[in-house]
Every structure is written in structure tokens, then in C-alpha cells.
């Protein structure tokens, strides 16, 4: 098969492209890199600063389109897939679904059915946009409901949703937001994860042990990053022979990786119920996930056995707690690595999870 892939979001589209390639298709990326991540793409849609840049941006897609028809699938990473304004992303939006095959929507990132859902109806516990029947207020929260609600950005995605032929979950979260509206063409498939080369079920040395956290550029309290940092450094003053914190903020994706090499665990996703990206590869070296994993987001992945993840509750007293608990009992390290290892590859392998792509875009199920 021809595939586009339009769009990245914590380097999804870079991984499943290299499954898909192996699996023998034809695949272009055309991403923006996901801003300073700066993760792989085949075209490159960066928008830079100012009027210029979205003019030059909007000339670049502009030259494109002509190159963009004949592919078997296009895939969008989310409805705002493209640095642009949603009112200029509709035309385009249509232009592929005229000249193309398949049209696949990713609900992955922020969209208009995650904030609504979160915000009205509120099918999870906890969430970015609610703590129990209580709204957040933080700033970002905030202004994802005015980008999102009663805006040009609602009716695009409310429109490619309802035209395009599949709508792709890769976690829980955003599965629950859309099965309601799309039951007949929303599917889950997870996050893909490519394997490193050597795997070692070995822990570090047990003194410190290594904590890694990543702040979000802006997005620090939005995503409960604040609250994990305050309670990971109260644990270091509280036992500073048993714990080393390594933060690391706003840099490109293979300076982070190489950051993260040898930490023991990582603390990541406050308001998640289901591992991301970022800790799912940590976890695919032997990395320690304290975050998001609660019993549905193993549930939907028929895991059974293996409970890899710390899961915390969001707010400061439950992660300070299972941070300190980790930090004071280091014999249950070898066994937590290994099965963080086993949980990525027995579900997360890109291959596989390539494979469950494939059969998505072969199925004449609409």
C-alpha cells in the first residue's frame, strides 16, 4: 500500500512508518516533528515564527497537494494535522479525501471530543480537564476549552470524524471520547514502540536510585508535571543517599533519550490513566513507569498478568508516597523492569502494532 501519514504527535507516526516499511509499504511522513522534538519525518512542515513563516508554510503545502493524491491511506495525526488555522486545514482536508483512498483519523493529542467529553460529560475520574464532578482551572485547561468549544477548531473536527472512514485510538482516554459518537469505525490500537537492540533486565546500582521526569515547555502544571517535581524533590531531601533526580526540559527527542538512559524510573502523566509515548519507551528499556495505569487501561489490552506500572492518583500526597515507597524498598526493581520490558513488547511492539495498522486499512468495515 501508499501511505501518507500527515501530522506527528509524540513521535507515533515516525515509529509506525518504520513498522509499516518493514512490513513492505510504501509510507511518507510529513510532520512539523512535533515542534522542538524534532522527531523524523520524510517532509519537513515547520512553521516558523510570524506571518512569513505561516505564509511560507502555506506555499510549502501549497506545492505539495499535487504530490499528496494517489496514496492508498492518509492518516492524520489530528484534526489541526498542519500548522495552520482549521479554516484553511478544511479545504485541504477535502482536497486529500477527493484524490485519495482511505481516510484515517488519529485521536491522538488535544481535539474537540477530548475537551468536550472531559468537560460535560466526564466518563473518567480524573482527567486534564476534571478532578472527580470538579472542572480544573488551570491556565492551559482553561484555553484548550476556548480553542476547542464553539470554535472553527470544533466544526473541523467534528467534520473529519464524521466523513473520514476510521477514527484510531491509542489510548484509553481518547477511545472512551469518541467510541460513544463513532462506535462503528473507532478502534483502539496501541502506541507503537520500537524495541531497543540490547535489553537489559538488570537494575542500575540500587544507590541512588535514578528518577527521571521531562517538563513540558509551558504545559508543566497543565499536565501535573509541577506536583510530580515538588513531591520527587521532597523524597530527595528526604533520603538524598537513595535518590538522584535528573529533570530535563524542552529538548530534541534523541538528547532525551540519551538523558533518560540508565534512570530507574520515570514520573510521567499525572492526569493519565494509560502510559504515552515517553514512558512506554522508557518502560521498553527496562525503565520503571510512576504515572498513569489504572485497571481500564489494562483492561482494554486483555492484560491479565503483567502490572508493570506505579500508578498514582493526582495529587501531591499519592505520588510522594509511591516515589517514597519505591525509593525504600529497591528489591522490587528487577522484577518491575522486567515486566515493563515484557508489557511493551507483548502490546507495544511496532511491528505488531504496524500489523494491527495494516488490517485496519485492508478492512472494509466503515
Known sequence: MKILLLGEYSNVHATLAEGLRTLGHQVTVASNGDFWKDYPRDIDLSRHHGRLGGLKLT???????????????????????????????????????????????CAMGMDYYWVSECTYNRPLRY??????????????????????????????????????????????????????????KTAFIPLPIKMPAAISHQPSAL??????????????????????????????????DKMQLIKVEGVPFAEYQRLMDGSDAILDQLYSYT???????????????????????????????LRPIINVEPSYDSVRHALEDFVLHPERIPDLKRQSIDYVCRHHDYLKVARQYEALYTSNKL
Not at 497537494?65 to 477535502?94: C, H, S, T
Not at 544507590?207 to 509541577?226: N, Q
Open 59 to 105: 506555499a510549502k503545502v501549497l506545492a505539495c497537494l499535487p504530490r499528496w493524491r494517489g496514496y492508498d491511506v492518509v492518516q492524520l495525526i489530528n484534526p489541526m494535522f498542519l500548522e495552520m488555522k482549521a479554516e484553511r486545514l478544511l479545504p485541504i482536508y477535502k482536497y486529500l479525501r477527493r484524490h485519495n483512498g482511505k481516510m484515517v483519523l
Open 127 to 184: 482527567s486534564d480537564f476534571n478532578i472527580g464532578d470538579q472542572l480544573r482551572t488551570d491556565e492551559c485547561a482553561v484555553k484548550e476549552q476556548r480553542d476547542w468549544l464553539g470554535t472553527a477548531k470544533e466544526r473541523l473536527n467534528r467534520y473529519i470524524a464524521a466523513d473520514c472512514d476510521h477514527i484510531v485510538a491509542g489510548l484509553y482516554e481518547d477511545y472512551i471520547c469518541y467510541q460513544p459518537y463513532f462506535n462503528d
Open 207 to 240: 544507590s541512588p536510585l535514578k528518577i527521571f521526569i521531562g517538563i513540558s515547555r509551558g504545559r508543566s502544571a497543565y499536565k501535573g508535571t509541577d506536583i510530580m517535581l515538588r513531591a520527587a524533590e521532597e523524597v530527595q531531601r528526604a533520603h538524598p
Open 275 to 305: 502510559p504515552s509515548m515517553n514512558p512506554l519507551l522508557a518502560m521498553s528499556k527496562g525503565i520503571i513507569c510512576i504515572g498513569g495505569g489504572e485497571p481500564e487501561s489494562y483492561e482494554i489490552l486483555g492484560e491479565t498478568e
